[in-house]
């Protein structure tokens, strides 16, 4: 293949949250300079992808159909947990340079990939957590508590648990996926919300974010803030090695007691600086995929 294209697949939807497509789209803006399209699991994600500076994207809606869109020899970025051994080989043969992210404390590279994790390091793999850039300008911290479940709750799990705030004056942050008679409900528990297109705003101006999810705990982290991580019943535990490194508190199975013991704290509390690691992650992904 003389112009091999190259890809990006992304695992992201209403039942997992938008975590890996925030991270896709930061990378994808990284690379600024390079020719990518996204391919997303999510057809409506796709379609909204432009909003998110990414402007090739492409819904595939499972991970088999990424052929359907690439051709053998092309090259892929793959953020996902869906493939088991064989189709992660399979895919290994099929694109001429591979690269994957991974979040398991448990992973391992193997061979024809190249890795990005947070826990492993060596040759072809960086270690490196991937949060974008404008989320370490320490903007001035406006908004003392903020609360962000998640970009997904299609169980309406924060509404079973909302006992998790009682007793906490926290601003309500609403994901994207929320369904319009159960987003009314949370504006009327909450005395302040912000709208999804605050996004940033909130997440870089919150002394203290609550939330359930690990990027958004990573990117208030790099603005300067104290993030509290909620460890979701449903949601696997890969972050908690790393959140425990970084001296970032964490809540299991929705304990007020424990979150308000927490914040009672949290003053005294000395969290660690992230890194800010976009030049080699810039250099790694250009080298990896020969670009």
């Known amino acids: 293949m003389l112009n091999p294209k190259t890809y990006y697949y992304v695992h992201t939807g209403h039942r997992i949250g938008l975590d890996r497509f925030r991270r896709a789209c930061t990378i994808i803006r990284l690379l600024k300079d390079v020719d990518i399209t996204l391919l997303c699991s999510d057809y409506r994600i796709a379609q909204i992808a432009h909003e998110f500076g990414v402007e090739k994207s492409v819904g595939v809606d499972v991970v088999r159909n990424i052929p359907q869109i690439a051709n053998h020899g092309d090259k892929l970025i793959f953020d996902s947990q869906e493939a088991n051994p064989i189709m992660l080989q399979d895919m290994r043969n099929y694109f001429s340079k591979f690269v994957r992210i991974g979040d398991s404390p448990n992973d391992k590279k193997e061979d024809g990939e190249f890795l990005i994790s947070p826990y492993l390091q060596g040759d072809g793999i960086l270690n490196s957590l991937v ?102 019943r449903d949601y696997p535990e890969d ?44 250099g790694f992904l250009k080298s990896s995929l020969n670009l």
């Open 239 to 282: 972050y908690l090695e790393i959140f425990k490194k970084l001296n970032i508190p964490v809540v299991k199975n929705y304990q007020n007691s424990q979150l308000l013991t927490i914040l009672k704290a949290h003053k005294m509390r000395e969290y660690y600086k992230v890194e800010h690691n976009n030049e080699k992650l810039i």
């Open 131 to 232: 949060i974008d850039d404008k989320y370490f300008e320490n903007k001035e911290k406006t908004i003392d508590i903020s609360f962000f479940f998640g970009d997904d709750d299609y169980d309406k799990q924060l509404e079973k648990n909302l006992s998790l705030l009682d007793g906490v004056d926290a601003d309500l942050l609403l994901g994207f996926y929320y369904f319009f008679d159960y987003e009314d409900m949370l504006k009327e528990k909450f005395k302040r919300h912000f709208e999804l297109e605050d996004y940033d705003d909130v997440i870089q101006k919150s002394k203290i974010l609550i939330t359930s999810s690990h990027q958004a705990v990573l990117e208030n982290l790099a603005s300067g803030g104290k993030p509290i991580f909620i460890q979701r």
